[in-house]
Nanobody, 116 residues
Framework: QVHFVESGGGSVQPGGSLKLSCVVSGFNITFAPVSWYRQPPGKERELVAAIGVNEGTKYADSVVGRFTISRDIAKNTVYLQMDNLKLEDTAVYHC??????????WGQGTQVTVSS
């Protein structure tokens, strides 16, 4: 059974940093892409970043140069390093299996709040 446990969220000021973790169970991330998504308050869920099996990456235009997706095969975990956070980055962040298209059930996510 595919399962995601997201963590690392919190409250930060603009310009701050956070590193999110997504612990995956039910499949090996060596053989499948994983993507991060976010859902801002009152808005639709949107893609943030994706990492493929060959570690190719893709980012939403709004986070290019600020966010970095990576993975640790040994821990079956995908990370999202978020730097220079902006107010508009406030959202619940989720990870999911698939390249830019979610293919599994959603986990609880982790809340990121950027406020001054």
């Amino acid at each position: 059974q595919v399962h995601f446990v997201e963590s690392g969220g919190g409250s930060v000021q603009p310009g701050g940093s956070l590193k999110l973790s997504c612990v995956v169970s039910g499949f090996n991330i060596t053989f499948a892409p994983v993507s991060w998504y976010r859902q801002p308050p009152g808005k639709e869920r949107e893609l943030v970043a994706a990492i493929g099996v060959n570690e190719g990456t893709k980012y939403a235009d709004s986070v290019v140069g600020r966010f970095t997706i990576s993975r640790d095969i040994a821990k079956n975990t995908v990370y999202l390093q978020m730097d220079n956070l902006k107010l508009e980055d406030t959202a619940v962040y989720h990870c999911n299996k698939g390249w830019i298209v979610a293919t599994a059930s959603w986990g609880q996510g982790t809340q990121v709040t950027v406020s001054s």
